[in-house]
């Protein structure tokens, strides 16, 4: 019994060295599992413990519970996390937002549950994109007229090549509905400023 004991306590205390950020990061990890495997009760469990700020959680990538049912396009989990304080506007690796990723894969419905909550409409990722580019350069019409309902600005350019959505819109001549909708929104590009009469 004595054995058993100091084996315990031996647990106990290589535990207890274990830092509180390792700690936080292997909780992050088995509830981001948890919402991967729609382990709904194993995850209300961990967000409901005391002090937990796990909804929040990336991983090595920078993935969130947020982007995952983004992706699988998972409305009650999306509804459900964003009860429990998820960020509408939380980043993952590449700057994506969960918005981005409904956009990209012209996910309306959880387009609208994001931007009811606050999504910001034109966040750009690392590269410059806004949901909106995203949704022109994959062929969304649904989630181009859904973005442009919610002001999205089509002159707004990316990193990358300098281009908006209105510009990648005219590239491809093939989506003359996308088109269309882009040209009915005036142009929002700043306008050019005067210098001073001399």
Request: hydrophobic share 40%.
């Amino acid at each position: 019994m004595t054995r058993k004991r100091g084996i315990v306590a031996a647990c106990v205390l290589a535990l207890a060295a274990v830092p509180a950020g390792a700690q936080f990061a292997s909780g992050g990890f088995t509830f981001l599992q948890a919402v991967q495997q729609r382990d709904g009760a194993k995850a209300t469990e961990m967000l409901n413990s005391p002090g937990s700020s796990l909804v929040n959680f990336r991983n090595d990538e920078g993935t969130g519970a947020l982007h995952i049912v983004t992706q699988r396009r998972d409305t009650q989990w999306l509804r459900f996390l964003m009860s429990k304080g998820a960020d509408v506007n939380l980043a993952n690796g590449a700057g994506d937002t969960p918005l981005h990723l409904a956009s990209r894969s012209g996910w309306v419905e959880g387009m609208d549950v994001l931007l009811d909550a606050g999504a910001r409409v034109d966040r750009p990722n690392r590269l410059g994109e806004t949901a909106l580019i995203m949704a022109v350069q994959q062929k969304q019409v649904a989630a181009v007229r859904r973005l442009l309902e919610a002001g999205a600005n089509p002159d707004k350019a990316d990193n990358a090549s300098g281009r908006s959505a209105r510009d990648y819109a005219k590239l491809d001549t093939r989506s003359t509905e996308m088109i269309r909708l882009i040209e009915q929104t005036k142009s929002k590009k700043p306008a050019a400023v005067a210098g001073p009469k001399l």
